[in-house]
């Protein structure tokens, strides 16, 4: 029996990248370079890439942490306001759960905190995780 399954989670299980879009506009916007950066150029990297690649050819008005501040809160609003479980989710991960999996959540995300950065409560969603880990705390 597999000791883990692995899923990423934007686009693949949580369909959120369509809302990404405008919050990243947001956030570019708030840089000051919202004009001169499509979205789609950074979407999908992470954000510690896309900050510093801002950085590399263009001059962003935020700080590295300003920035990130706002990327988290744009993240809440997306996993709690709009994003939902795909179509085809449920079943494996119904059948984790028959299973009796565990709940772990690989953070990619900022802080690899379990209160800025758990399942936001995306419908069908599960609601507990046992623990969160930044990525650069597995082996």
């Given at each position: 029996m597999?000791?883990?399954v692995?899923?990423?989670?934007?686009?693949?299980?949580?369909?959120?990248?369509?809302?990404?879009?405008?919050?990243?506009?947001?956030i570019?916007?708030?840089?000051?370079?919202?004009d001169?950066?499509d979205?789609?150029?950074?979407?999908?990297?992470n954000?510690?890439?896309?900050?510093?690649?801002?950085?590399d050819?263009?001059?962003?008005?935020?700080s590295r942490?300003d920035c990130?501040?706002?990327?988290?809160e744009?993240?809440?609003?997306?996993?709690?306001e709009?994003?939902?479980?795909?179509?085809?989710?449920?079943?494996?991960?119904d059948e984790?759960?028959?299973?009796?999996?565990?709940?772990?959540?690989l953070e990619l995300?900022?802080r690899g905190?379990?209160?800025?950065?758990?399942?936001?409560?995306?419908?069908?969603?599960?609601?507990?995780?046992?623990?969160?880990?930044p990525?650069?705390d597995?082996?």
């Open positions: 597999a000791r883990a692995i899923f990423d989670m934007d686009g693949v299980i949580v369909d959120s990248e369509r809302y990404w879009r405008d919050e990243i506009a947001g570019l916007e708030a840089a000051g370079v919202g001169d950066v979205p789609e150029d950074v979407m999908g990297a954000v510690y890439d896309q900050y510093d690649w801002l950085t050819e263009y001059d962003p008005k935020v942490g990130f501040d706002r990327f988290d744009r993240a809440e609003a997306v996993y709690t709009h994003a939902d479980l795909l179509d085809g989710s449920h079943d494996p991960l984790l759960d028959a299973r009796g999996a565990g709940r772990h959540q995300g900022l905190d379990a209160d800025a950065n758990a399942p936001f409560g995306v419908e069908g969603h599960p609601q507990h995780v046992e623990d969160v880990a990525p650069t597995v082996a």
